[in-house]
């Protein structure tokens, strides 16, 4: 009988010895605090001297019409952010930038920087316009300022122009 007894226990005690030993309980898994979004790129620090400046994004493009002839400035398939026309009937030039607020437009060239009145034009798309002589110096300046002039107004952003041919196209067009 101690014999069967002591098989008895050989035989659990072998199988206990199949049985795998328990499994350490896997350490929970790491919680990494989500990474801060980057911050916002900050905008590229406008120079002191407007001449510094970059472009404001567009070209120009000149054009003749019934009423005379025009340079538009703008970005392409959008509608111009600055023009210059030349009106024949008229005897005028208009500088017109989009947008509907009255306050004059400052215009900075290499040689001047004048602050001239502007009307609403009525028309849609929204734009300002000023009415200029074609003798006026400021034509001159703008179409022959050192590479660039800028058109400012209050609540917009500056308009940084290429000094382009085709202002000069307009003016002479209309001193004809």
Known sequence: MVLARLA?????????GCVPPPRAE???PRTEAAPAPAPAPRPVPIAADW???PYSPGTWVYRRDARGSI????????DAAL????DTGARQIYLSRAGSTATPLTIRTSSVTRAVSVQPTGSTPAYVAAALMPNDSLLEAMGFSRGRFVVQQAGQPPLVVPAWAEIERVTEDCRG
């Open 8 to 16: 008895g226990l050989a035989t659990l005690a072998s199988i206990a």
């Open 83 to 86: 023009t210059v026309r030349c």
């Open 26 to 28: 896997a350490p929970p």
């Open 51 to 53: 001449r510094d400046w």
């Open 71 to 78: 340079a538009l400035f703008g970005p392409a398939n959008a």
